[in-house]
T-cell receptor, first 112, second 115 residues
Framework: LAKTTQPISMDSYEGQEVNITCSHN???????ITWYQQFPSQGPRFIIQ???TKVTNEVASLFIPADRKSSTLSLPRVSLSDTAVYYC?????????????FGKGMKLTVNP | EAGVAQSPRYKIIEKRQSVAFWCNPI?????LYWYQQILGQGPKLLIQ????????DSQLPKDRFSAERLKGVDSTLKIQPAKLEDSAVYLC?????????????FGEGSRLTVL
């Protein structure tokens, strides 16, 4: 079971770049790393997914070192609306409940 | 494109009563998931369907929870009888890919309060 560990919370300010780390020491060869964002009273929303090195989309970048035992979600120039819970997940290309396991996530608070 | 639809948004029942939640996934999405999210915790997978077949229901409390996905589209999650600890948000999600490497699209959830 590929388990993830994240900080409980983080505070930031508008306009800053925020880097959120996730540890996944037991990641398997076929596992992908996926990040979700969740606002209160809403379902989680996909942010980005990667397997190795760096992935970038219009909202974030995902950095994965060569050993893949950790990953970093980078949010450029955060705003108040980025205040949310962020989940890091690892998943394998097989069905089963051990896949796509959500942890408690990390609460990001962006201050004015 | 319409998102994942869930109903009802809120439900309050007394313990030992029954409740049912409905989910309509995004059109064309073969995989459907039901998650339970207790306040302050991450979502926990209850059951995963591929079309109308169950891929995994190992964390579904089968003595009181049941789910079906007739015709491989809509799905219903039922709880009978409900317990206090079932108070949670029940999230439905769907995806195109079976192998969990694709994006999951979540609905807004159904919040259950058991008194």
């Amino acid at each position: 079971l590929a388990k993830t560990t994240q900080p409980i919370s983080m505070d930031s300010y508008e306009g800053q770049e925020v880097n959120i780390t996730c540890s996944h020491n037991n990641i398997a060869t076929n596992d992908y790393i996926t990040w979700y964002q969740q606002f209160p009273s809403q379902g989680p929303r996909f942010i980005i997914q990667g397997y190795k090195t760096k992935v970038t989309n219009e909202v974030a970048s995902l950095f994965i070192p060569a050993d893949r035992k950790s990953s970093t979600l980078s949010l450029p120039r955060v705003s108040l609306s980025d205040t949310a819970v962020y989940y890091c997940l690892v998943g394998t290309p097989q069905g089963g409940s051990e896949k796509l396991v959500f942890g408690k996530g990390m609460k990001l608070t962006v201050n004015p | 494109e319409a998102g994942v639809a869930q109903s009802p948004r809120y439900k309050i029942i007394e313990k030992r009563q029954s409740v049912a939640f409905w989910c309509n996934p995004i059109s064309g999405h073969a995989t459907l998931y039901w998650y339970q999210q207790i306040l302050g915790q991450g979502p926990k997978l209850l059951i995963q369907f591929q079309n109308n077949g169950v891929v995994d229901d190992s964390q579904l409390p089968k003595d009181r929870f049941s789910a079906e996905r007739l015709k491989g589209v809509d799905s219903t999650l039922k709880i009978q009888p409900a317990k206090l600890e079932d108070s949670a948000v029940y999230l439905c999600a769907s995806s195109l890919r079976r192998d969990n490497t694709g994006e999951l699209f979540f609905g807004e959830g159904s919040r259950l309060t058991v008194l």
